[in-house]
């Protein structure tokens, strides 16, 4: 589902963030990219989704080379790929249910079907009370939740979170971590960044390590 | 991601569904519009305010000078001389002089205008009523309003003219057309002018509503991030500002409507009274309701190129992944 092919990246600054990564993700597979902050995670996740582009070797996704998709496109192509961040990006002036919705409304789906979809996924994180709230009031971990929430909505193929458990303590992680195995299992190709060793050691997934822009 | 069977027998059902999302998508454009619009009124009336005053000082100037132009138009009909014959000259001698003078080939026809017709005229006039009980006698002459044969230019009109004054019962010849040629040079230069201002103003039209929807665009910086990374394309991102820029101008146009005809209100009686005291022709009119609906659409079609012209430069530069834009994985 997602392949690196001797890919490298480097900054117009002259940052060389990544060099010669290769490695697979077959569809339906979880796995973890770990390494020191500045390792080159970010970098490598940012690709997939084109927020940057390689700029050497090639980056396929469900067997297409998307490293030099044009730039209309790349709204169409981003609308299969679930993203979740540290910081979870989600909008203050609109309740729950409207930041979940976001990306159905975006893609133009009638409103009956984007409610049936927005409240299963509200419920598949735990938060169907919570969908007139404003996310201000939820708790960290019921904002990252949210943010999963809006990420899977779109049922997407490949789920990326970007240190999804950065600001949890280890019970809430564990349950996020857990939420990502569950999507996971219905097929979701899924690839989280995260420096938290000692959560994912007990976990049975591939992880892939980086250090100074390349794999170890 | 979803594949469905698309049979030739689903394409009217496709096609249907296909318009309806893009209904879908401008209703919530719209309504996205209209909630932002809500958010920040003061600022949004502000600027309305401002684009109302820039739309109607052209559109003003363009009332006047339309009423300018109607009254050379009903001058321009009777391009005559006016023959005001000397005092001993007797009604039988003024008619024959008349007749004579409507002989000649470069003249159509000849008003015989009796001094009693020329006080009646005169009379109507505000104000002279009190002037003429003074006098104990009718102080007009005996006129000849002499038209021309056809249409004429100005030159062959000032020849005849000439040529009438060395008549021996004229006292003196006034050709109406020297006001007119002047009139018309004036209403062509305030023509110019209006087009100008007009020119500037809609620039500035552009600029103000261009400038209020980037105050929008900084301030809904994040959401525009937010939403590029999940899929929103550039016409998604786009809608709603270019919906608040047109309805800006919409606004506009609506406030400047409001303005002239507050205007004409309050200058209205002051015109009206100074035609009629000059004999000229009809009072100003408004716009139409098709000009109105033209200053509407010119007012709403402003707003929204100043907004795409914003939102086409702020949008390259809300892109996920360049300097400065903190939102991504």
Request: proline share 5%; glycine share 10%; aromatic share 6%.
């Amino acid at each position: 589902m997602i392949e690196f092919d001797r890919v490298s990246k480097r900054y117009p600054s002259g940052l060389q963030a990544l060099r010669g990564i290769s490695f697979g993700l077959g569809r339906g597979q979880l796995a973890f990219l770990t390494g020191h902050s500045g390792a080159g995670k970010s970098t490598l996740l940012k690709l997939i989704p084109l927020i940057e582009r390689p700029s050497g070797g090639r980056l396929l996704i469900d067997g297409t080379d998307v490293g030099g998709l044009p730039a209309a496109r790349v709204p169409f192509y981003r609308r299969r790929i679930g993203l979740i961040f540290q910081d979870h990006n989600l909008l203050f002036d609109r309740p729950v249910f409207d930041n979940v919705a976001l990306p159905l409304e975006i893609a133009g789906h009638p409103p009956l079907e984007i409610g049936r979809r927005v409240r299963a996924a509200l419920d598949k994180v735990g938060l169907l009370d919570k969908e007139r709230a404003n996310p201000i009031a939820l708790s960290t971990g019921e904002r990252q939740r949210v943010g999963i929430a809006r990420a899977v909505v779109n049922r997407p193929a490949i789920l990326l979170a970007d240190e999804p458990t950065g600001n949890l303590d280890p019970d809430l992680s564990r349950e996020i971590m857990t939420l990502f195995e569950q999507f996971n299992q219905i097929g979701v190709t899924t690839l989280i960044a995260t420096h938290d060793v000692s959560l994912i050691g007990d976990m049975d997934h591939p992880c892939i390590r980086l250090e100074g822009g390349e794999l170890r | 991601m979803t594949g469905g069977k698309r049979g030739p027998r689903r394409h009217g059902g496709r096609l249907r569904a296909r318009l309806e999302g893009w209904l879908r998508q401008h209703r919530r454009g719209l309504l996205d519009s209209l909630a932002k619009i809500r958010a920040a009124l003061p600022a949004h009336l502000m600027s309305a305010a401002v684009l109302s005053i820039a739309l109607a000082l052209p559109a003003g100037l363009f009332l006047v000078v339309e009423a300018g132009q109607r009254l050379l138009g009903d001058w321009d009909g009777p391009q005559r001389i006016s023959l005001y014959l000397t005092d001993d000259t007797t009604p039988a001698d003024a008619r024959a002089l008349a007749a004579e003078i409507g002989q000649r080939s470069a003249v159509g026809r000849v008003e015989y205008v009796s001094r009693e017709q020329a006080l009646a005229e005169f009379r109507q006039h505000a104000g002279v009523e009190e002037a003429l009980a003074v006098l104990e006698t009718n102080p007009l002459p005996i006129t000849l309003l002499v038209h021309p044969q056809g249409r004429t230019d100005g030159e062959r009109l000032t020849a005849l003219r000439d040529e009438l004054a060395g008549l021996a019962a004229v006292d003196s010849a006034q050709l109406d057309m020297a006001w007119v040629e002047r009139w018309a040079a004036i209403m062509a230069a305030l023509e110019r002018t209006i087009a100008v201002i007009a020119l500037l103003l809609a620039l500035a039209v552009v600029f103000v509503s261009g400038n209020t929807i980037r105050l929008e665009i900084e301030n809904r910086r994040e959401e525009i991030l937010v939403t590029r990374l999940i899929g929103a394309t550039d016409a998604y991102v786009r809608r709603p500002f270019l919906y608040s820029g047109a309805l800006l101008g919409l606004a506009g146009g609506l406030g400047a409507l409001l303005l002239l005809a507050l205007a004409a209100l309050a200058t209205g009686p002051a015109i009206d009274h100074l035609l009629e005291t000059y004999h000229l022709g009809p009072p100003p009119r408004f716009f139409s309701a098709g000009e109105s609906l033209a200053l509407l659409a010119t007012a709403t079609l402003l707003g929204w190129l100043g907004t795409w012209l914003t939102v086409q430069h702020h949008l390259v530069r809300l892109e996920p992944g360049r300097a400065g834009n903190s939102a991504g994985p």
